[in-house]
């Protein structure tokens, strides 16, 4: 028990360390690393409480607490208490328990990154523990983490009902990933009574806020006849915002029937909903982008001039470099109009655009600026 004692212990200092002047328990709050172990400790009721996994094997603590810059607690193996202190010193920290010292160092304070390591060790018990709080305090992530959980009945019943329930309630809290799965619901009709129109409005709602698959089956939706007569052109429009394989073979394989005013009314559409989402994604009508004047060249955008002093002069581009992607959406066949409405956002939103200069790729990534006129 002596070897439990000392090697066990020394594990768990992965789980406690913080700052070197600690205001309060929250600052321990996180998931730590060490060698051959991870942990995540975290507060439910004032006081933290967490678990180390070590080989398998999950030790649950309680009733810990921060005097100081020092962390005590004590965890129980086959009936018996382990004390543990844990000294703090930034993100690093040292735990001394006998003879035994071992260094230690923070890996994550976010609260969901210790939810993913809950879930990892089936420690469902204090995933809830860590959701309740957050689901207090309306966080929307913890609704569709809740969601999954009662979808999956992990620490709970199986319940489509309350799954549904916590999706739609992460939609209204302004969740990214929620609506796709509440859409999906109503489209099979689990948890409630299957609604087409329902399922595509939350469809609509994911697309706009950036989910790939949201717009993938928004478009799949009108291509099927889900909600009426198929509309090709429609459907299209909305699988160009996705950058999914799915949505790209299903183009690949329509768009070559469209006819001509088919082709124009889906580009119209889909530089609209690029705008719309621009829009949304940026908290209301955009008001940045990153100043540059494009030509299409082969199907290609390819950059023709910017302004000195701007984001791309300080990054080193030059005219003939080939824009590929905007925020991981690919370039290549859009017009400008809708490379722009990617372009577009909030003035100080960080964006992320990628060129191609002879076959070497380069990645900017800056805040957007203020919009100006365009470069002459």
Not at 176 to 182: D, I, Q, R, S, V
């Amino acid at each position: 028990m002596r070897y439990v004692s000392r090697f066990l212990v020394a594990c768990l200092a992965s789980i406690v360390a913080s700052g070197a002047a600690v205001a309060d328990d929250r600052a321990a709050v996180g998931w730590w690393r060490g060698e051959n172990v991870s942990a995540a400790v975290f507060e439910a009721n004032r006081t933290l409480i967490g678990h180390l996994t070590l080989n398998n094997l999950v030790l649950p603590f309680t009733d810990a607490g921060v005097e100081g810059t020092t962390l005590r607690g004590k965890f129980t193996h086959n009936g018996q208490d382990f004390p543990f202190t844990i000294e703090l010193a930034g993100e690093q920290a040292t735990l001394k328990s006998g003879t035994s010292v071992k260094p230690l160092k923070l890996a994550d304070r976010d609260p969901f990154a210790v939810v993913s390591h809950l879930l990892e060790a089936k420690d469902y018990r204090a995933v809830w523990d860590t959701l309740n709080p957050l689901i207090q305090r309306e966080v929307p992530h913890a609704f569709y983490v809740g969601g999954l959980a009662h979808a999956k009945g992990w620490g709970t019943a199986a319940s489509d009902e309350q799954a549904l329930k916590f999706y739609l309630r992460a939609t209204d809290l302004g969740s990214k990933f929620a609506p796709l799965n509440a859409g999906n619901m109503y489209r099979d009709g689990r948890g409630a009574p299957a609604d087409q129109d329902k399922a595509f409005k939350l469809y609509q709602t994911s697309a706009m806020r950036g989910d790939s698959v949201g717009a993938l089956n928004a478009g799949a939706q009108i291509l099927n006849g889900k909600l009426g007569p198929s509309d090709d052109a429609e459907g299209c429009a909305w699988l160009m915002l996705s950058d999914a394989d799915d949505a790209r073979a299903a183009l690949a394989k329509i768009t070559p029937r469209l006819t001509p005013e088919q082709t124009e009314k889906m580009k119209a559409r889909h530089a609209h909903l690029a705008k719309l989402r621009a829009e949304t994604l940026a908290g209301g009508p955009a008001t940045g982008t990153i100043h540059m004047t494009l030509q299409i060249k082969d199907g290609k955008p390819v950059l023709v001039a910017f302004p000195a002093g701007g984001a791309l002069a300080e990054f080193g581009s030059q005219p003939g470099d080939v824009l590929t992607a905007v925020d991981n959406f690919p370039t290549a066949g859009k017009t400008l109009a809708e490379i722009q409405a990617l372009l577009d956002g909030r003035a100080g939103s960080i964006i992320q655009v990628k060129f191609d200069r002879n076959g070497g790729n380069q990645m900017l990534v800056a805040p957007r600026e203020q919009k100006a006129p365009p470069v002459r």
